[in-house]
């Protein structure tokens, strides 16, 4: 079975500054990884995601995530955010056979962007 | 191109009854998955569909059933509801199986069981 665990479940940024998401997974096969973000009252949209090759991901609306397999991480960066990144923000896994267990989520974090 | 729609949004009911939760994924999906989301539990998987068979399942009590029809259009159907069963019930279609694929997500049924 594989699990994902978000380190932070609220993270408060200031307009402008960086941001730093952390998540950490783990299982017994390789895996696929995502970032889902998730506005109030809305469903998921994928920002993200890693499948093979380059380690560096970049997705939607200036986000991007580093897959590192030694450390089992796959952490969720943006160097400059925006009052509209105001969002919760889940990290999820599955497993090559194509999610035996599904897609596993985090439990999410919030991020809140302070003016 | 359509989003996933999900009816209804909302509902309510009272202990010991049933629902049924509808399903339309984006034209051309043959996937559709179904999750629970609670603020104590977070997102949890209850079952995949691909063209018509279940594929996955998760962790969850022999209530929670699902199927899916020809044009790729799921439901899902929770019987003897408990009060635990007070969730958003997002659905989500893709191309292929999930977990591969980029699924795309409903906006959800907000289910409250009284």
């Known amino acids: 079975a594989q699990s994902v665990t978000q380190l932070d479940s609220q993270v408060p940024v200031f307009e402008e500054a960086p941001v730093e998401l952390r998540c950490n997974y783990s299982s017994s096969v390789s895996v696929y990884l995502f970032w889902y973000v998730q506005y109030p009252n809305q469903g998921l949209q994928l920002l993200l995601k890693y499948l093979s090759g380059s380690t560096l991901v970049k997705g939607i609306n200036g986000f991007e995530a580093e897959f590192n397999k030694s450390q089992t991480s796959f952490h969720l960066r943006k160097p400059s955010v925006h009052i509209s990144d105001t969002a919760e923000y889940f990290c999820a896994v599955s497993d090559y056979q194509g999610g035996a267990d599904g897609l596993t989520f985090g439990k999410g974090t919030h991020l809140i962007i302070q003016p | 191109k359509a989003g996933v729609t999900q009816t209804p949004r909302y509902l309510i009911k009272t202990r010991g009854q049933q629902v049924t939760l509808s399903c339309s994924p984006i034209?051309?999906?043959?996937?559709v998955s179904w999750y629970q989301q609670t603020p104590g539990q977070g997102l949890q998987f209850l079952f995949e569909y691909f063209s018509e068979t279940q594929r996955n399942k998760g962790n969850f009590p022999g209530r929670f059933s699902g199927r899916q029809f020809s044009n790729s259009r799921s439901e899902m159907n929770v019987s003897t509801l408990e009060l635990g069963d007070s969730a958003l019930y997002l659905c989500?279609?893709?191309?292929?199986?999930?977990?591969?694929?980029?699924?795309?997500f409903g906006p959800g049924t907000r289910l409250t069981v009284l």
């Open positions: 989500a279609s893709s191309t292929g199986v999930a977990g591969v694929y980029e699924q795309f």
């Open positions: 034209s051309g999906h043959r996937s």
